[in-house]
Every structure is written in structure tokens, then in C-alpha cells.
């Protein structure tokens, strides 16, 4: 199982969930992972998934369950800690959608995962950001979860 399959469906979940307002229960059926979405008759590179269901495990889609449900049901706690942990040049509406994405699975991870040790999750944060938002954001996504992981007592 890989852990990072699990976590980047997770974020893309989150991403979903907090653009479309899909259902928890949608969100974790995985057809959104399905590999050939049509658009207008023809498949559009750009809606396909980094992650494709039919090259995921039982294990990571379980895994990846755990923090999409997680994350969301925390969601406002989440927030708030994100809010608090931002310097006061930044607002929540200021990061991007898939960052802020990034940023809930990963508190969720740090503060209420059981075993979920803070230094592991925030290097995958920071790799995931790397290959899916803007150049410079993996260094702002890494600033606020080691303040996060530093300041915040474990909530399992």
C-alpha cells in the first residue's frame, strides 16, 4: 500500500468536496477516480485523475476514507486552526483551493490520526504540493503545518 496514493486521494477528495459540495458518501464511492470521463463525447486530459481507481488498493482507498470522513467532520476545527496559524498578511480566501485542500487533510493527519507522525505528513504535504499547485506554495503549505504540528497538542 502507499500511503501517498491514499493521501493524494484524500486531498482531491477534499478538493471535490469544497468546490462542488459533493456528498460524503459520493466522495467515498471513488467513481469520481473513474479512469475514462467524457466530456462532450471526448476524454479531456486535463479531468483525468493523478491517481486512477483502477491502479489504487483496497488498502489506500481505506486509508484515504479514513481521512477524507476525518477531515470533513473536523472541518470547522480544521479551519479555524488553519486561520489561526497564518500570518497576518494572509487570509483563508488568499490560498488557493487545491493548498487549502492540501492543508486540511494534512491537520486533520497531524492532530487526529492516530500514529500519523507530523514530520512524515508535512513532507508529503510538501511533496503533493509540489506536483499539484503553484511553484512556491509547497514552502507556505510547509510553514503552516510545522506551526500547526508544533503548537497544537495530538486530538486522537
Known amino acids: 500500500m502507499s500511503r501517498r496514493n491514499g493521501r493524494v486521494i ?8 469544497d468546490v462542488t459540495k459533493a456528498s460524503l458518501d459520493d466522495l467515498l464511492t471513488f467513481e ?5 470521463k467524457e466530456i462532450d463525447g471526448s ?12 491502479e489504487t488498493s483496497k488498502e489506500e482507498r481505506t486509508f484515504a476514507s479514513l481521512i477524507i470522513a476525518g477531515t470533513i ?7 479555524k486552526l488553519i486561520e489561526n496559524h497564518l500570518s497576518s498578511s494572509w487570509s ?10 492540501i492543508l486540511r ?13 507530523a514530520k512524515i505528513v508535512i513532507d508529503e504535504a510538501v511533496n503533493i ?9 509547497y514552502k507556505f503549505i510547509n510553514a503552516v503545518l510545522d506551526k500547526i504540528g508544533k503548537d497544537e497538542p495530538k486530538r486522537a
Open 43 to 54: 476524454i479531456d486530459p486535463a479531468d483525468q485523475p493523478f491517481v486512477e481507481l483502477s
Open 10 to 17: 484524500a486531498f482531491q477528495a477534499v478538493y471535490s468536496w
Open 32 to 36: 469520481w477516480l473513474q479512469k475514462d
Open 73 to 79: 467532520s473536523h472541518i470547522d476545527e480544521i479551519d
Open 105 to 117: 487533510t494534512s491537520v486533520y493527519e497531524i492532530l487526529f490520526q492516530n500514529g500519523a507522525e
Open 92 to 101: 483563508m480566501d488568499r490560498i488557493s483551493r487545491v493548498a487549502l485542500a
Open 129 to 137: 504540493a509540489k506536483d499539484f499547485d503553484t511553484d512556491d506554495s
